[in-house]
């Protein structure tokens, strides 16, 4: 039971993350759902195919202020807080993309897939570098393989939405 509980934890993190999202979204008024994807991720709301920058800028905003978090000592202990706030960002995209009746392809070819496996991640290498006090003999014997080879999935995903993102968009 002890090794299937992270997988549990992380997992509760993540759907509670995005049904609080969507939850969020059914609260919001239309303009402030529109103000906040445009600040954290303006490619939903572009009509056009979002240049590599667009679409590398936000994980690249996620990862410094995941490092920044895990360095920190008092705010390390937070560090899931990012992950799951991502899944709650995630919620809330997903009502307005569901809810634009025309953007049934991009949500479900692009931004559910990619955001599930970004989310997921996040919360994995977040567990492994921070565990919580109740894996203490997880944070002795830490192994940084884990956590690179978590960064380099990540890439890669990152390099593959690259790659996917201008087929989605034509649909």
């Known amino acids: 039971m002890t090794r299937s509980f992270p997988i549990f934890y992380l997992l509760g993190l993540l759907v509670i993350g995005y049904l609080g999202g969507l939850w969020l979204y059914s609260k919001m008024q239309f303009n402030q759902v529109e103000k906040v994807i445009n600040w954290l ?34 705010l390390k202990h937070v ?25 049934f392809w991009s949500y479900a ?28 003999e ?10 690179g080879l978590l960064s380099i999935i990540y890439i890669v995903i990152t390099g593959l939405e690259l790659f996917v993102l201008p087929f989605i968009h034509r649909l």
């Open 41 to 74: 991720d303006p490619r939903i709301l572009n009509e056009h195919i979002p240049s590599g920058f667009d679409s590398i800028l936000p994980q690249l905003i996620t990862i410094f202020l995941f490092l920044l978090f895990a360095t920190h000592l008092i």
């Open 79 to 103: 560090i899931l807080l990012i992950g799951t706030m991502r899944a709650v960002f995630w919620g809330i995209c997903s009502g307005f993309l569901i809810a634009q009746e025309t953007e």
């Open 109 to 136: 070819l692009w931004w559910f897939p990619f955001q599930l496996l970004y989310c997921s991640l996040l919360l994995l290498i977040g567990f492994l570098l921070v565990p919580p006090p109740s894996y203490q």
């Open 138 to 147: 997880l944070s002795k014997n830490r192994s940084f393989k884990g956590i």
